[in-house]
């Protein structure tokens, strides 16, 4: 592929082919870059420029001289080359221009940046950059945002977009969130092992936020949803390759995996909503499927007792092998939901949880439990309880109340595809003759 | 006796910070420094690099920010030896930060040390630790607190504790605020929360790690909120 000088006969479309080997660059390199450079030199600014600075040069002359063999050390070396230039035009940092100038003379000549050691010598530093974004003493937005900018590369205005806040807000915050990392003396390492049990579940509900955020696509721009959901899943396997005692990691990875085999089947053609029960299984991505269960099965085989995120990743997976809907295994799935219940004491599992009994046992045994919750009242304004109940009782029968059920429901929803959905529910109970 | 000067700077009174609240500043140092009237004192960042340790059901939890909402907020310290609480109140009235927002004067106790704080130490990074009252937890659960001593010689043994002292009871403090160079005098704490300041610790750490570290070690963090500041370093921006 790489070709020299005047002998570059595939540079007739060569711009379009690099540009696309740069993309795939920048998703695989960007976050070993800013990690790499941000512990040589503890200047985050200086490391997302540099970041930046060697992929506009990639694009420039990975056209002209030809891809380089091994693109993500080219990238490394030409970032940290950048980050010695303005650190010496600074002249105030002459420790940490020595650290870099060493490492980069071991590997290369400037005007050829093509290393002369094999780039796995490159510490990976992401980790200790994963658990600084995902400080605890940072707020959960500022981590996110963080998390996006830093690890992924996605830009500011991009981050706006996905969470559908002014650009200027997501800067300060992000400008925020770097100062209290000086000011307060954050550290950026890996926290020990004994540490890890308090410290992995945070960074998980990070990534697990961020796939939402995308997964959901009630609003936004959908296609950097989709990049969110894209991105959260690279950075989780990332975690997981670095962590490979925490079986956590493997689990969210299996969820993410689970949920996003099945996205093609989630929205018909109008965009609209299809519950799981009314989607084309042929469309879910069975080769996808395969990757998460391997990774269920990597954590469960770990023996330790399983966490939330493989609990559910085995409830999504029941759904994944029912080749119809009526072939799911509802009892088994109404027990992972109870032992999830038990594990998080949460109303919304507990909501799920009666979803699955009345499958498994009948729209009355799950009408019984949605008593207790809507008693209980910790799901108030939340239109999926009304809705639920309005299935159970459209399933036995109790057109009226049905009715008025979707009707309350459809009055809480948040979305427009959800009001549509309840809607047309609504409409069908009333054609219905009672 | 010793007092705490809290000094809570009002954002929107910061642009009254000019030359003359400068030199002012200068001066008072200067003076309560030469008549051993200051036995330490420091800025320490803004609340927004605050962040509040506690542990509830056994679970250690961390938040950005500081230990309660308030429209003025904690910018600093100073430990004056004073006669009377009337006298330190007056040297209140003559600093600036009771122009640009408000000072909280707190009696120590009558064992607390009046010992100053050492130099900074080289790569290591001080916090003020507020220890505060959690209005959520149940005032009859503080019978059950822990003694401090074992979390005192603990930390002062590792030497991350550099000084430390509980305050006497808010309802004694008096707060100082000077507006149109008339001194407002008001009995009780500067804000008005129903979390409260109940003592402080001067740490030095290598990172906020360690500091979140020892603030969960001490006995309040089951009872109420330990808030860790970053000091701001001498003439630093």
């Known amino acids: 592929m790489r070709t020299r000088g005047g002998e570059a006969p595939a540079a007739v479309t060569a711009?379009?082919?690099?540009?696309?080997v740069v993309a795939d660059a920048f998703r695989e390199e960007w976050g070993r870059i800013t990690a790499a450079l941000i512990h040589q030199t503890a200047d985050w600014d200086l490391?997302?420029?540099?970041?930046?600075?060697?992929?506009?040069?990639?694009?420039?002359?990975?056209?002209?001289?030809?891809?380089?063999?091994?693109?993500?050390?080219?990238?490394?070396?030409?970032?940290?080359?950048?980050?010695?230039?303005?650190?010496?035009?600074?002249?105030?940092?002459?420790?940490?221009?020595?650290?870099?100038?060493?490492?980069?003379?071991?590997e290369t000549d400037t005007d050829n940046p093509e290393p002369a050691v094999d780039d796995s010598a490159v510490p990976d530093e992401r980790l200790r950059l994963i658990f600084t974004c995902c400080h605890p003493a940072l707020a959960m937005e500022a981590r996110v945002a963080l998390t996006l900018r830093t690890l992924t590369g996605l830009s500011t205005a991009e981050i706006a977009r996905a969470f559908l806040v002014p650009e200027a807000t997501m800067a300060k915050r992000l400008v925020r969130a770097k100062q209290k990392i000086a000011n307060a003396r954050i550290p950026y390492r890996v926290p020990r092992a004994s540490a890890l049990p308090e410290r992995v579940p945070g960074v998980l509900a990070v990534l697990y936020l961020v796939f939402n955020e995308g997964y959901a696509a009630s609003a936004g721009d959908d296609l950097i949803r989709r990049d969110l959901c894209d991105r959260a899943v690279i950075l989780t396997q990332v975690l997981a390759e670095l962590l490979p005692g925490e079986p956590e990691a493997k689990g969210l990875l299996a969820l993410m995996l689970f949920h996003r085999a099945r996205q093609a089947a989630r929205v018909d053609d109008q965009g609209d909503l299809v519950t799981l029960e009314d989607q084309d299984r042929a469309r879910w991505d069975q080769a996808q499927m395969g990757v998460a269960r391997r990774y269920l099965a990597e954590a469960l085989a770990a023996g330790q007792r399983p966490g939330q995120y493989q609990v559910q990743a085995a409830i999504a997976e029941c759904h994944a092998a029912a080749p119809v809907a009526q072939a799911t295994d509802w009892p088994r799935?109404?027990?992972l939901y109870q032992y999830l219940a038990d594990m998080t004491g949460s109303p919304v599992v507990e909501l799920n949880r009666a979803v699955?009994?009345?499958?498994?046992?009948?729209?009355?045994?799950?009408?019984?439990?949605?008593?207790?919750?809507?008693?209980?009242?910790?799901?108030?304004?939340?239109?999926?309880?009304?809705?639920?109940?309005?299935?159970?009782?459209?399933?036995?029968?109790r057109l009226e109340e049905a009715a008025r059920a979707y009707e309350e429901a459809a009055a809480l929803a948040g979305t427009a595809p959800e009001r549509r959905f309840l809607n047309a529910r609504l409409a069908e109970v009333r054609s219905q003759p009672a | 006796m010793r007092y705490m000067l809290i000094h809570a700077a009002d954002p929107d009174l910061a642009g009254l910070w000019d030359d003359e609240a400068q030199a002012?500043?200068?001066?008072?140092?200067?003076?309560?420094?030469?008549?051993?009237?200051?036995?330490?004192?420091?800025?320490?960042?803004?609340?927004?690099?605050?962040?509040?340790?506690?542990?509830?059901?056994?679970?250690?939890?961390?938040?950005?920010?500081?230990?309660?909402?308030?429209?003025?907020?904690?910018?600093g310290y100073d430990?004056?030896?004073?006669?009377?609480?009337?006298?330190?109140?007056?040297?209140?009235?003559?600093?600036?930060?009771?122009?640009?927002?408000?000072?909280?004067?707190?009696?120590?106790?009558?064992?607390?040390?009046?010992?100053?704080?050492?130099?900074?130490?080289?790569?290591?990074?001080?916090?003020?630790?507020?220890?505060?009252?959690?209005?959520?937890?149940?005032?009859?659960?503080f019978d059950r607190v822990e003694p401090v001593d074992p979390w005192v010689e603990e930390s002062d043994g590792k030497g991350i504790r550099l000084y430390g002292?509980?305050?006497?009871?808010?309802?004694?403090?008096?707060?100082?605020?000077?507006?149109?160079?008339?001194?407002?005098?008001?009995?009780?704490?500067?804000?008005?929360?129903?979390?409260?300041i109940a003592g402080f610790d001067v740490l030095e750490c290598d990172d906020l790690d360690e500091a979140i570290e020892v603030?969960?070690?001490?006995?309040?963090?089951?009872?109420?909120?330990?808030?860790v500041r970053p000091f701001w370093p001498f003439g630093a921006d």
């Open chain 1, 15 to 20: 711009t379009d082919v690099v540009g696309t």
């Open chain 1, 47 to 106: 490391a997302e420029e540099c970041a930046q600075d060697a992929f506009t040069q990639a694009l420039r002359r990975w056209p002209r001289d030809g891809v380089p063999n091994r693109p993500g050390a080219w990238l490394m070396t030409v970032a940290r080359n950048g980050a010695i230039d303005r650190l010496r035009r600074s002249s105030t940092y002459r420790a940490k221009v020595e650290e870099l100038a060493v490492m980069a003379a071991r």
């Open chain 1, 333 to 335: 799935i109404a027990r």
């Open chain 1, 356 to 397: 699955a009994v009345a499958m498994a046992d009948g729209p009355a045994a799950g009408l019984a439990l949605l008593r207790r919750l809507e008693a209980d009242g910790a799901l108030a304004g939340y239109y999926l309880l009304p809705a639920t109940r309005a299935d159970f009782l459209r399933r036995l029968g």
């Open chain 2, 24 to 75: 002012t500043f200068s001066d008072w140092v200067e003076e309560t420094i030469r008549t051993r009237v200051n036995l330490q004192g420091s800025r320490v960042r803004p609340s927004a690099d605050a962040t509040t340790v506690k542990i509830r059901g056994g679970e250690l939890i961390i938040t950005d920010g500081p230990y309660a909402e308030t429209k003025e907020q904690v910018a």
């Open chain 2, 79 to 141: 430990l004056l030896e004073c006669a009377s609480l009337d006298e330190a109140v007056r040297w209140a009235g003559r600093h600036p930060s009771s122009w640009t927002g408000a000072i909280e004067v707190r009696a120590l106790p009558e064992w607390a040390p009046a010992e100053p704080l050492p130099a900074p130490a080289d790569g290591k990074v001080r916090y003020m630790m507020l220890v505060c009252t959690d209005p959520a937890v149940d005032p009859r659960e």
């Open chain 2, 165 to 196: 002292s509980e305050l006497e009871p808010p309802g004694s403090a008096r707060t100082v605020r000077v507006r149109k160079k008339q001194a407002i005098v008001t009995d009780g704490p500067f804000a008005e929360t129903k979390e409260q």
């Open chain 2, 215 to 227: 603030a969960r070690r001490h006995p309040m963090a089951r009872l109420g909120l330990l808030e």
